[in-house]
Antibody, heavy 119, light 108 residues
Framework: QVQLQESGPGLVKPSQTLSLTCTVS??????????WSWIRQPAGKGLEWIGR???????NYNPSLKSRVTISVDTSKNQFSLKLSSVTAADTAVYYC???????????WGQGTLVTVSS | DIQMTQSPSTLSASVGDRVTITCRAS??????LAWYQQKPGKAPKLLIY???SLESGVPSRFSGSGSGTEFTLTISSLQPDDFATYYC??????????FGGGTKVEIK
């Protein structure tokens, strides 16, 4: 079974770029037809889908975040990454990576990592 | 964008109760609706996909129904492990995935 682990800085300064990596184990990120997603959840609030990358490398982003988001994949490291630019305090959240074998759901989730935006 | 509205936001129930959570979409989403369970400090877990299909390993007391704009998640007999927050999620080819605001199921 695929397992996912998020990693990256827990503290980012306002206006800087948030960068996170999701390491995939138990399977190859480049095999099969899968969707690799990022989702976030501010403390005490609901879930917000950020975007995803398909095995082929094509991407889809939440239209409300699209101008600031880049998701990429590194098959040599079996990882995919999130970059969110020009962050503000509103971007403080637990960030999850996820996996799905269809475009309609997120079947498995990482444990999540807290990112705080503060000077 | 497509708004997903869940009701109630909080639900108090006892072990053994039948529990129903409603999710409404601001426009038709056919059957592209999923349900997740989230416990405090944990990642969400997929329960139901395509409105009524039970994810492998999920107890049969969970069921989903609906299509178009109105959907329900039912727990036929609430168990101690079911006290959690439940989220609906829609899929749309332009907007991608959108989640509802969540329903917290509390012990009565």
């Amino acid at each position: 079974q695929v397992q996912l682990q998020e990693s990256g800085p827990g503290l980012v300064k306002p206006s800087q770029t948030l960068s996170l990596t999701c390491t995939v184990s138990g399977g190859s990120i480049s095999s099969g037809s899968y969707y690799w997603s990022w989702i976030r959840q501010p403390a005490g609030k609901g879930l917000e889908w950020i975007g995803r990358i398909y095995t082929s490398g094509s991407t889809n982003y939440n239209p409300s975040l699209k101008s600031r988001v880049t998701i990429s994949v590194d098959t040599s490291k079996n990882q995919f990454s999130l970059k969110l630019s020009s962050v503000t305090a509103a971007d403080t959240a637990v960030y999850y990576c996820g996996w799905g074998d269809t475009v309609t759901t997120i079947d498995y989730w990482g444990q999540g990592t807290l990112v705080t935006v503060s000077s | 964008d497509i708004q997903m509205t869940q009701s109630p936001s909080t639900l108090s129930a006892s072990v053994g109760d039948r529990v129903t959570i409603t999710c409404r979409a601001s426009q038709s989403i056919s059957s592209w609706l999923a349900w997740y369970q989230q416990k405090p400090g944990k990642a969400p877990k997929l329960l139901i996909y395509k409105a009524s299909s039970l994810e492998s390993g999920v107890p049969s007391r969970f069921s989903g129904s609906g299509s178009g704009t109105e959907f329900t998640l039912t727990i036929s007999s609430l168990q101690p492990d079911d006290f959690a927050t439940y989220y609906c999620q829609q899929y749309n080819s332009y907007w991608g995935l959108t989640f509802g605001g969540g329903t917290k199921v509390e012990i009565k």
